[in-house]
Nanobody, 122 residues
């Protein structure tokens, strides 16, 4: 069974950095487009970033462009989201999802992880 597990969330100060991991079991991630989404309290879930399966192309929402970096480690079957210069408004539950294609920073997800909380606060 294909499962995605996020980790790396926690409390970080504004301006700080955090790296999220999305580890897979039951399938090889390099065959899937992987997207990161987030949902802040009282807001809709939004796409943050996506990495394609075909050529590793990466896409970012305007709100995180230049601050977040998505990457793959195929040997570890893991996708990462490196977040830097974090802002209060980055506080959210972050989810990874696997799908067939990236649609800019989004992916039409076939599988979801359970989410990891990132809280940016001083």
């Amino acid at each position: 069974q294909f499962e995605l597990v996020e980790s790396g969330g926690g409390l970080v100060q504004p301006g700080g950095s955090q790296r999220l991991s999305c580890a897979a079991s039951g399938a090889t991630l390099d065959q899937w487009a992987i997207g990161w989404f987030r949902q802040a309290p009282g807001k809709e879930r939004e796409g943050v970033s996506c990495i394609s399966s075909s050529d590793g192309s990466t896409y970012y929402a305007d709100s995180v462009k230049g601050r977040f970096t998505i990457s793959r480690d195929n040997a570890k079957n893991t996708v990462y989201l490196q977040m830097s210069s974090l802002k209060l408004e980055d506080t959210a539950v972050y989810y990874c999802a696997a799908g067939f294609l990236c649609y800019s920073e989004n992916v039409a997800p076939d599988y979801w992880g359970q989410g990891t909380q990132v809280t940016v606060s001083s």
